[in-house]
Each structure stands twice: as structure tokens, then as C-alpha cells.
């Protein structure tokens, strides 16, 4: 995947762009930074790009805030990775270890070589083994003169408490519905009608979305969207060949109940929505459904249910949720996920 260099080149993090680049405007940048967010929300490309602006010699005063030049030596040495003044540390094996944190610590001893200023990154901190976290929290609460340190984590609360309280936070959101939308048809990850789908299921997160596609999410979802609109002389065969097919791992049928929590939502929403509505209720291009590809036989469908039929079925979906952690059969749960759409046909 690209990495992002360049402040406005990450995608759904306008705010905290702006904020860091006021903050530099006014001379108000703190020593060390947290960037914490869920996996794929782009904080390892936001610290590069914070990094580049960090170490650009002549950085540009965009739309209400500062971006790197591109042209001068630091950007271009940022660019090639080449640049003395930067630092990137990351887990050797499952783990940040102590040898690497003494070995950051012996490199800020050191005055920058190129730069006003030397960026140190610590990506995926959680990963920080206690060892190391205590030895860094020395350099987080008094770095040397001329150090910035950026760390990257999943949450707060995966960080020991005294390494959050040296450091300023900054949350990263996932990318909004758009935001990824647009990421995914850039890369191609997925056919065009589809897109839709796989950006509001991948809950703002690209990386999520490469993942759904490597494990065949949309030809799931289309084998499930089949036997939804089953006819009656196919039905039971039907239940039997697919719930087999996603019985084999706890994590298919989990990827079943999310799947068929996206035609719920979207059953719900057409049997709300009045004639008048449907035809008002987006401009061309927007849609208001998960699965927008499937609409014409989702109505369909919605036609046999009522809103307590789908109301009482989301609930049983919940404690199958909670029976794929307990000792129950997988066979009798992606059977029991399944039979609801089928129980009139039979």
C-alpha cells in the first residue's frame, strides 16, 4: 500500500493536519506526540506526513495550514528515506524491545545533523515491552533539545499510563464513508458496484478493506444474497451446501452474521421508507443503503417480512454471537443463522 508523505495526502485527518500545522505556525509544538487510533485509520501515514512537515526546510502556508514544499533537500531526502534527521522504530518480532529503545536514546544524545529539528517515530508503541517503556519515559518527560517524538498506538489504553501522560494526544477517526470510498475505487480493490458496500463495512479503515477482499467478502456476501431470494423447491439443499461451507471456522460464520447485519439494516430502512421517500431520498450517486447494488431484490424480499420478524431474528444473531465463544456446535449455528430466511419456504 502507499504511504502516505504529504499532509494533505491523508485522506479523513483534515482536522488533526490543521491543528498540527497551527500549532508549528505559532511555535507550540510539544515534544512528543500520540497518535491513537484503530488499525487502518492512518496513523502511521499521519506521522510521516507530520514528519515531512517536521523536516521541510521552507514549508508552504496552504488553505488555513502549513504544508512541506516538496522541492527542498529535506523533503526530498524525507522522500528517498534518506534524511539523517529521521528516526523510525518499529516492533523487531512481535515486540519493541529494550535494546532498541537505548539505541533511539544513544542516537538523541546527539544535536540534529541537517536539520533545526530530529523526528523520531515509534510505530505500533503498544508493542513497547515493559523494559523499554520504562526506559523511555525518561526521554518522552525531557528530550533533548531539537527531538520530536511521534508514537503510533491502537488505544490509550494498550500504553502504560505514564508514557500517555508524557505525550500529547491526538485521535485518529477512521476514514468516513467517502474518504474510503474514494481510497477503494482509486485502488481498484473491488468491482465499482461493490464499492459501496466494502467502504461502509470496512468501518473507515482501507487496510480492514484489503483484508475483507483477500478473504473473499464479496463472494460471500453474493453466495448469502443468493440463498436469501432461494425459491422454495431449492431451499433446503440450498441451507445445507452453504451453511457446510461456512461452518469450518468460528471466523466465517462471524463473517456470515456481518454480512446478513448489513441486509437487515438495509431490510429495515426499505420497509420505513414511503414510495415518496424512495424516490426523494438521494440524489444521484448517494445512496443511504449498505448493499445499494442489491436494491431491487432486497425489496423484494423486505416483502416477506415483517419489522418483528426481522426485529426477533437480529436478536437470536446476537446470541449466536455469543454461542461462537461457548462449546456449541458450528454446524447447528450456521444452520440456525440461516434457516430464518427460508422457515415459510418448507
Known amino acids: 500500500m502507499k504511504q502516505a508523505t504529504n ?6 485527518q483534515g482536522r488533526l ?14 515534544h512528543a506526540y500520540l497518535l491513537a487510533g484503530a488499525s487502518g485509520a492512518g496513523k502511521e501515514a499521519l506521522a510521516l506526513s507530520f514528519a515531512k512537515l517536521l523536516l ?17 533537500a529535506g523533503c526530498l531526502k524525507f522522500d528517498h528515506r534518506t534524511h539523517p534527521d529521521l528516526v523510525i522504530l518499529r516492533p523487531q518480532g512481535a515486540m519493541i524491545r529494550l535494546d532498541q529503545i537505548r539505541c533511539l ?4 544524545s546527539f544535536p540534529p545533523l541537517d536539520s533545526q529539528r530530529r523526528v523520531c517515530l515509534i510505530i505500533e508503541a503498544e508493542k513497547i515491552n515493559l523494559p523499554a517503556a520504562n526506559a523511555l519515559l525518561k526521554t518522552l518527560e525531557e528530550p533533548p533539545a531539537g527531538n520530536h517524538l511521534i508514537l503510533t498506538a491502537t488505544s490509550v489504553r494498550t500504553l502504560l499510563p505514564t ?7 491526538l485521535a485518529c477517526e477512521g476514514l468516513s464513508v467517502r474518504a474510503l470510498l474514494e481510497r477503494i475505487k482509486l485502488e481498484g480493490l473491488c468491482p465499482p458496484d461493490a464499492a459501496r458496500f466494502l467502504a461502509c463495512f470496512s468501518e473507515g479503515s482501507l487496510s480492514r478493506a484489503e483484508d475483507l477482499v483477500e478473504q473473499e467478502v464479496l463472494k460471500v456476501r453474493g453466495d ?29 460464520i462471524l463473517l456470515a ?3 446478513i447485519r448489513t441486509f437487515l439494516r438495509d431490510l429495515m430502512v426499505l420497509k420505513g421508507l414511503r414510495v415518496k421517500d424512495m424516490k426523494e431520498r438521494q440524489e444521484p450517486g448517494t445512496h443511504i443503503l449498505f448493499n445499494p447494488d442489491y436494491e431491487n431484490g432486497l425489496q423484494a424480499i423486505s416483502r416477506r417480512f415483517t419489522c418483528q420478524d426481522l426485529a426477533e431474528y437480529c436478536q437470536w444473531l446476537d446470541k449466536v454471537e455469543w454461542m461462537l465463544d461457548r462449546n456449541i456446535s458450528r454446524d447447528f449455528l450456521a444452520e440456525s443463522v440461516l434457516i430464518f430466511w427460508i422457515k415459510d419456504l418448507v
Open 7 to 12: 499532509v494533505s495526502d491523508v485522506s479523513g
Open 17 to 30: 493536519t490543521r491543528v498540527f500545522g497551527r500549532m508549528m505556525q505559532k511555535g507550540l509544538l510539544a
Open 56 to 72: 521541510c526546510e521552507n514549508p508552504c502556508l496552504g488553505k488555513d495550514r502549513l504544508i512541506p514544499c516538496g522541492i527542498c
Open 105 to 108: 536514546q544513544r542516537d538523541l
Open 163 to 169: 508514557i500517555v501522560s508524557r505525550c500529547q494526544v
Open 224 to 252: 448469502l444474497f443468493e440463498f436469501l431470494k432461494t425459491s422454495r423447491g431449492k431451499a433446503l439443499l440450498r441451507l445445507f451446501v452453504l451453511s457446510k461451507r461456512i461452518s469450518g471456522k468460528r471466523e466465517n
Open 257 to 259: 452474521v456481518q454480512i
